[in-house]
């Protein structure tokens, strides 16, 4: 008959039982301190001598007075109050003082009883070697614990081993934290990986480190190690996008934590780690933080009311946040979209507990309702972020693109001169550049707008019109890193329109960020172009997203190529060939030298282009829309027959 109650049965939920109670482990040591009593009673004062069950009054008073001193002592080093099985090298020295002290004070009390009486209550070798006895025996104690929990937790058969990398103090927290957790994760680490020098025989918590060079993919396949988790610290250091490459490649799955600082505390050690994830694509792509000059936003920002169009979208709720930082006078959130704008809001509240918040439903098509908005509050600074920007369906939908994109902003543009706006920050795109598209041409069109209305008002003080452009920002709403996502979770396949496609990416945070800076930076009537670093191809996107999931490309995931969609091209380009750029106090930001367009035509030509787009007959609409942008040349798009 098997034994159900095997050796690993009975020990396997060790590491899952709950700390034993500060008094268990005050009782604990108090009866270790007793038998260093007997053993330094043993050897000191010959105990032989007394008959084993019939110990002397004085024996007993004795071990009552030296209990009550060690208790006394423990309470002062608060030597109980540590968890045995992660003791450190602090608790060891806790313990060490505690017993200094009750032999001290025993030295003291015997001290004071011979100069009283004669003779000694304590005999001074006994309490050297009750002194080295006690100190011996817990300190075994708390290291037999420790050793055993370890050695434990180590030979967990049911756990996938990972390495971490990163050996600084974030590096061995994770270490620390997995290995104490027990059963509750489902990770165990057996190594560290760095990229330092001389490592030989070099290893961190009993954890052997290994170097980052030619070897390790050898070294991590015949240790079983097919995950790596990075610390936080470390992956501030490195270049993700480079520096992990190796571990894509050879299928190795890159895990990260949440910082440290967001760990749960329990006394003075960390008692949960967090959320063990997939390493994200954005970690990969996000570049080094950008530094802006606050003191300038602030000076502009600062108890000043700011209105944001398209507050509830990915890049207007971002602004929203970032703004609010700058403790302005009040946040107007203008969107037309119902429950995302009463998702922020909420959000917000809890965030922003003490920010005026004003949300507003509303559609920046609707003049008159965007005139109440503008004759209640009074707006000092508005970001213009509200837009159609989906290419495909702008192709199929260009007289509401037009109504959107140019009316829109039209709109808001005229009524920031109307109330006085000091600055008008229009979000553009770099579909601006060359379109191909009728999202980009009519982001193009906005832009001449609101460039020829600065350039028209010439009087002293007025509102300052400024344009930002930039590419495709990770995770925004409609982005390809989601859609992504959701393939890979439904197991495929991964869809690419072309295998040469590249388009630059930016962070969300990052863009805002950049936006604020420019709104600071113009003077009225630039073009902001932001440094956007190197393409990205999106075949080695979806490729790097699919071994961040866990997979292999084209083994696990199917990825497939479905051809340019209406309006797509190749790359996106954010200076026109014929244009220049001057360079501003910031190094990621650009000033765009483009063709300038004369107000009173351009006025003509945008209320043609609306009344088009209004009586709906799309080609009429977008020929207008060629008129006006003569660089707009269709890319596999049903408008090809209008070039």
């Known amino acids: 008959m098997i034994n159900p109650f095997t050796s690993s049965d009975i020990f396997s939920h060790i590491p899952d039982l709950k700390y034993m109670p500060r008094w268990g482990v005050l009782l604990m040591d108090i009866m270790l301190c007793l038998l260093a009593f007997l053993i330094a009673m043993l050897i000191g004062n010959s105990l032989f001598d007394y008959h084993m069950w019939n110990i002397s009054l004085q024996v007993w008073q004795q071990l009552c007075i030296l209990l009550a001193i060690q208790a006394l002592s423990f309470y002062v080093f608060h030597t109980y109050s540590g968890i045995i099985r992660f ?13 200094l002290l009750s032999s001290a004070l025993v030295l003291i009390l015997n001290a004071i009883v011979y100069n009283t009486t004669g003779q000694q ?28 929990y370890d050695d434990i937790v180590t030979n967990r ?8 990398y990163g050996t600084k103090s974030a590096g061995q927290a994770i270490a620390k934290m997995l290995r104490s957790s027990g059963y509750s994760n489902d990770y165990l680490p057996i190594g560290f990986i760095t990229d330092g020098l001389d490592i030989k025989h070099y290893s961190i918590q009993g954890l052997k480190v290994y170097p980052m060079d030619e070897h390790l993919i050898e070294t991590m396949s015949k240790l079983g190690v097919k995950d790596v988790i990075i610390s936080p610290i470390k992956m501030a250091e490195i270049n993700p996008a480079t520096d992990l490459e190796i571990f894509l490649k050879n299928n190795i799955r890159v895990l990260s934590t949440p910082p440290i600082t967001t760990w749960e505390k329990n006394g003075d050690e960390y008692s949960k780690i967090g959320r063990i994830d997939s390493l994200r694509i954005e970690d990969l792509l996000e570049r ?39 403790q302005p006078k009040a946040v107007i959130l203008f969107e037309q979209a119902e429950s995302p704008l009463h998702d922020l809001r909420m959000d917000l509240r809890v965030a922003y507990p003490d920010a005026h918040i004003i949300p507003v439903i509303g559609d920046i098509r609707n003049r008159e309702k965007l005139e109440q908005v503008f004759a209640q509050y009074h707006p000092a600074i508005v970001f213009h972020a509200a837009a ?64 020829a209305l600065n350039n028209h008002l010439v009087k002293e003080g007025h509102t300052k019109f400024i344009t930002t452009r930039f590419g495709n920002v990770l995770g925004s709403n409609g982005s390809v890193i989601p859609y992504f996502k959701k393939q890979i979770a439904a197991g495929g396949p991964v869809t690419v329109t072309h295998p040469d496609i590249i388009r630059f990416f930016m962070t969300i945070p990052e863009a805002c960020t950049l936006v604020l800076e420019a709104a600071t930076l113009g ?26 999931a866990g997979f292999q490309p084209d083994k696990d995931i199917a990825i497939t190529f479905t051809g340019l969609r209406p309006g797509e091209k190749l790359y996106e380009e954010l200076l026109n060939q014929k244009e220049l750029t001057m360079p501003t106090s910031n190094e990621k930001i650009m000033i ?52």
């Not at 080094?288 to 709720?317: E, K, M, R, W």
């Not at 009537?525 to 956007?532: A, L, S």
């Not at 009344?611 to 049903?638: F, R, W």
């Open 87 to 99: 003791s450190t090298f602090i608790d060891i020295i806790k313990v060490l003082f505690s017993i």
């Open 121 to 148: 209550w304590f005999l001074n070798t006994s309490i050297v070697i009750y002194f080295g006895a006690a100190f011996i025996l817990l300190f075994c104690f708390r290291v037999g614990v420790k050793t055993i």
């Open 157 to 164: 058969s049911n756990h996938r081993k990972v390495l971490i």
């Open 288 to 326: 080094p933080v950008i530094n802006i000059d606050t003191d300038n936003v602030t000076s502009i920002i600062h108890n000043q009311i700011v209105l944001v169009t398209g507050a509830a979208g990915s890049i207007g709720s971002e602004l929203v946040r970032q703004v609010l930082k700058y």
């Open 388 to 451: 159609y920007k989906h290419v495909p369906l702008m192709e199929e939908f260009p007289n509401e693109a037009i109504q959107a994109n140019v009316l829109g902003t039209k709109n808001m543009a005229d009524l920031a001169v109307q109330y006085d706006v000091k600055r008008f920050v229009m979000i553009s795109t770099d579909k601006a550049v060359n379109p191909t598209n009728v999202m980009g041409a009519s982001k193009r069109i906005a832009e001449i707008y609101v460039q």
């Open 523 to 548: 003077q009225g009537g630039e073009i902001f172009v932001f440094d956007m670093g190197k393409p990205v191809r999106i075949l080695d996107l979806a490729k790097n997203m699919i071994r961040l």
């Open 592 to 643: 765009a030298r483009v063709r300038e367009a004369d107000y009173e035509t351009i006025c003509t030509q945008i209320d043609t282009l609306v009344s088009l787009a209004k009586e709906g007959n799309a080609m009429k609409t977008v020929a207008q829309m060629k008129h006006i942008v003569p660089e707009y040349i269709s890319k596999n798009s049903i408008y090809e027959q209008l070039d």
